[in-house]
T-cell receptor, first 113, second 113 residues
Framework: DGGITQSPKYLFRKEGQNVTLSCEQN?????MYWYRQDPGQGLRLIYY???????QKGDIAEGYSVSREKKESFPLTVTSAQKNPTAFYLC????????????FGQGTRLTVV | GENVEQHPSTLSVQEGDSAVIKCTYS??????FPWYKQELGKRPQLIID?????GEKKDQRIAVTLNKTAKHFSLHITETQPEDSAVYFC????????????FGQGTRLTINP
């Protein structure tokens, strides 16, 4: 059940603090994605990256930042500017190309306390 | 940008009956339509997909149909079983520089014994 790993599984943050969610894959995939999952709203795209040192904003990028310094890693930082950060966050990766399957990590549940 | 609408949000069927979930998309350039299943506490996993040059695809008890003119696609599950109970997500993919996968809101399917 490996391939793409997210850590930690549960994360608690105080208001006003930044927090970074880890996503690592050993599938040799070029593309990586971050989604936010809220009840009744499906999976909403935060950021995605096709290659190292390049990434694009998704539909709800405000209050988030990412980096792609290595092919295997795509960390997501939830900043204090994100007004409602409590959610379930899913990372995914896929082979570069058209119409390719996305493989998901187990997710990180972030709670602001 | 692309927008994907999914209906219904919840669906309850008797074991052995069929279930149908429908999605519409907005961007006619979308050319790949996967369906993901997410069981409770687990990551989403691909169950079937269809490309824009195909009208229907079957895999045992599941099938997907695509109407490009109307911009809608549907998931059909026949002879439903208790293990089919899960949340199902449709998605549409278009490629503008990088592949961008946009998901619907999800359907919680419950199979009643």
């Amino acid at each position: 059940d490996g391939g793409i790993t997210q850590s930690p599984k549960y994360l608690f943050r105080k208001e006003g603090q930044n927090v970074t969610l880890s996503c690592e894959q050993n599938l040799n995939h070029d593309a990586m994605y971050w989604y936010r999952q809220d009840p009744g709203q499906g999976l909403r795209l935060i950021y995605y990256s096709q290659i190292v040192n390049d990434f694009q904003k998704g539909d709800i990028a405000e209050g988030y930042s990412v980096s792609r310094e290595k092919k295997e890693s795509f960390p997501l930082t939830v900043t204090s500017a994100q007004k409602n950060p409590t959610a379930f966050y899913l990372c995914a990766s896929s082979i570069e190309g058209v119409n390719t399957e996305a493989f998901f990590g187990q997710g990180t549940r972030l709670t602001v306390v | 940008g692309e927008n994907v609408e999914q209906h219904p949000s919840t669906l309850s069927v008797q074991e052995g009956d069929s279930a149908v979930i429908k999605c519409t998309y907005s961007d006619s350039a979308s050319n790949y339509f996967p369906w993901y299943k997410q069981e409770l506490g687990k990551r989403p996993q691909l169950i079937i997909d269809i490309r824009s040059n195909v009208g229907e695809k079957k895999d045992q008890r599941i099938a997907v149909t695509l109407n490009k003119t109307a911009k809608h696609f549907s998931l059909h599950i026949t002879e439903t079983q208790p293990e089919d109970s899960a949340v199902y997500f449709c998605a549409a993919s278009l490629r503008r520089g990088a592949q961008k996968l946009v998901f619907g809101q999800g359907t919680r399917l419950t199979i009643n014994p």
